[in-house]
């Protein structure tokens, strides 16, 4: 398709080395080198290589891709094969007509009503953990909340999708998970692309932890079946599996089940463990919001653990969540692939081309965010949120294929800050470094290390909390074959933070402050 006035311009680029393009860029440090291409070159960037990647960024790009133009903009093959080596065919990996099914036999179990029943294993799992710290702090210890919160949100999501069974294995498990997260992220970057067949070290750690979660997998699905469908204890693997599909009728067959609650770990555990571990460093050193956020907390739970009717009173703790989802989007970028040939920002880009979206630098912009690296959570108020457009603030990404956990995320991350900030102080072990690490997450390179003082109760009552307008719900994005995913609008948290398209001229590609670490 040519661009306007029949051209067929490619976006602007820089030229890199022979025949290698960016590629040795990209190994080094990929997120770098998107953050000075953008620089040099705008919001949409062409790189040269073996592969060769576009770069977007710009809002209304966004826009097209994830909800205009969505059914042209499947993931790249590549992606879907690289990351179906470990979850198979479930919500991240398949396209088309299989996507849309499973998409809407999963959506609703991921519905405000259907996850309330998860929050007391949300706050118990986080009052386990924070008795523990109890005795980290006593001692004057040092722990690194990276860890911990990977350890949190894996018990989390395992509560939540087995009950308790998950206590049985969870040391194996937990490490088993952790191996095939690497394994995907290893394959994503790698150069050579080794069968998993080939017995090299990494293929067999990997082959190992497969099976053994495929036979717990296995096992928890049969253990369930033989139970009535109709039982109180219902978890998120029983939900899935007497969930028809909305259209057919049809249940889950038991290798969808295991391939959907694979998904859900990948996709469900990292993501919220990094948001978690950046939260705790924006905790320590940012005091001013971090005492606001405390106060609001004092003053609407008053020293009780948090429960679902809390949540959407916790409105300064809901816009210091997303102002840190902004700063540290843990999917900093996301890969789409063209099926027909199409246009972004005037730029001719053809069917096939590998184009990844990158949210970190969307969400920098200073076209649309004043004071990019600052860090200002009353930027998602009401009256500001209104005066972006809703596609320059996209941590679960958008349109038909958003975050299908978005709701579950934000009532996990709200809990466990709460909790968290009801107890403790965190204070940043001086002159550790904290380098962002663009793997498959933005994760801390060095991890967070962190010491605990325990929360007095006058010291957290001396801090007013202001009263915040929050913005309001927005509609379902056109074309989306899910009744609630507009993003936010599956929050429980508040009513939503999705943000009313406004007319925002093109950005001036203004520089913004260094992204590669802090
Ligand atoms: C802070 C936490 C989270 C963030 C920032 C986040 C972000 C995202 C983003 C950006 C996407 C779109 C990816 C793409 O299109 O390539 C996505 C998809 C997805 N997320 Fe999340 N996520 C989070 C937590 C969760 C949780 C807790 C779950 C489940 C328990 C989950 C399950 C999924 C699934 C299954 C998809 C695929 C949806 C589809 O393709 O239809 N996520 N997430």
């Known amino acids: 398709m040519p661009g306007p006035n029949g051209t067929r311009r490619r976006p602007p680029g820089p030229q890199g080395l022979p025949l290698l393009g960016s590629a040795l860029d990209f190994r080094r440090n990929p997120l ?29 790009d966004l826009k097209h891709i994830l909800a205009d133009n969505f059914d042209n903009y499947p993931h790249p093959d590549d992606f879907n094969r690289k990351v179906g080596v470990s979850v198979g065919q479930g919500l991240v990996t398949t396209e088309g007509e299989v996507w849309r099914a499973q998409r809407r036999t999963v959506a609703p179990t991921f ?16 009052q386990r953990m924070l ?56 394959k994503l970057i790698a150069v050579a692309n080794i069968p998993e067949k080939v017995p090299t070290p990494r293929n067999r750690r990997f082959r190992a932890a497969r099976k053994l979660l495929d036979d717990t997998v296995y096992r928890l699905i049969a253990e369930r ?58 905790l320590s050193t940012r005091p001013a919001e971090t005492d606001r956020a405390r106060a609001e907390v004092q003053k609407v739970l008053g020293g009780r653990t948090p429960t679902m009717e809390d949540l959407p009173q916790l409105k300064y703790l809901k816009l210091f969540i997303q102002e840190a989802l902004r700063l540290y989007p843990p999917l900093w970028q996301v890969a ?50 209104a005066a972006r457009p809703r596609y320059a603030y996209v941590p679960y990404a958008g349109g038909p294929r958003n975050c299908v956990g978005m709701a579950f995320a934000n009532m996990e991350l709200t809990i466990v800050v709460a909790c968290l900030l009801q107890r403790f ?42 009263e915040v307008t929050m913005p309001e719900a927005a509609p379902a994005p056109a074309g989306c074959p899910v009744e609630r995913d507009a993003p936010d609008a599956a929050d429980p948290v508040a009513s939503s ?8 001229p093109r950005c001036p590609h203004r520089p913004a402050e260094t992204a590669g670490s802090e």
Not at 151 to 167: G, K, M, N, V
């Open 336 to 385: 789409r692939m063209p099926l027909k040939d199409d246009v972004l920002s005037g730029y001719h880009i053809p069917a096939g081309s590998f184009l990844l979206l990158s949210t970190y630098i969307t969400h920098r912009n200073p076209e649309f965010w004043d004071n990019p690296e600052g860090f200002d959570p009353e930027r998602f108020t009401r009256e500001r949120a």
């Open 497 to 504: 933070a999705s943000e009313p398209e406004a007319d925002v």
């Open 131 to 186: 008795g523990r710290w109890d005795r980290i702090a006593r001692y004057g210890q040092t722990l690194d909340a990276r860890t911990e919160m990977q350890s949190l949100t894996l018990e989390i999501l395992a509560r939540c999708l087995f009950r308790a069974d998950w206590s049985r294995d969870a040391l194996a498990l937990g490490s088993a998970v952790a191996t095939q997260l690497e394994h995907i992220n290893s």
């Open 225 to 282: 079946r033989a139970e009535p469908a109709d039982g109180d204890a219902q978890d998120l693997l029983s939900m899935l599996m007497h969930t028809p599909d909305p259209e057919t009728g049809r249940l889950m067959t038991d290798e969808q089940l295991r391939d959907q609650v694979m998904t859900l770990f990948i996709a469900g555990h990292e993501t919220v463990a990094a948001t978690l571990s950046w939260i705790c460093h924006l």
């Open 32 to 60: 770098e080198t998107f953050v000075s291409a953008w620089r040099d070159h705008g919001d949409l960037v062409q790189f040269r290589g073996p592969v060769p990647v576009v770069l977007v960024t710009h809002p209304d």
């Open 111 to 126: 519905r405000r009503e259907p996850l309330e029943r998860f929050a007391g294993v949300m706050v118990d799992s986080t």
């Open 425 to 466: 102080h965190l204070d940043m072990v001086p002159g550790h470094p904290i380098v962002m690490q663009p793997d498959i997450s933005l994760r801390a390179k060095h991890g967070i290390l962190m010491t605990l003082r325990p929360v007095t109760d006058a010291g957290a009552r001396a801090v007013a909390a202001p």
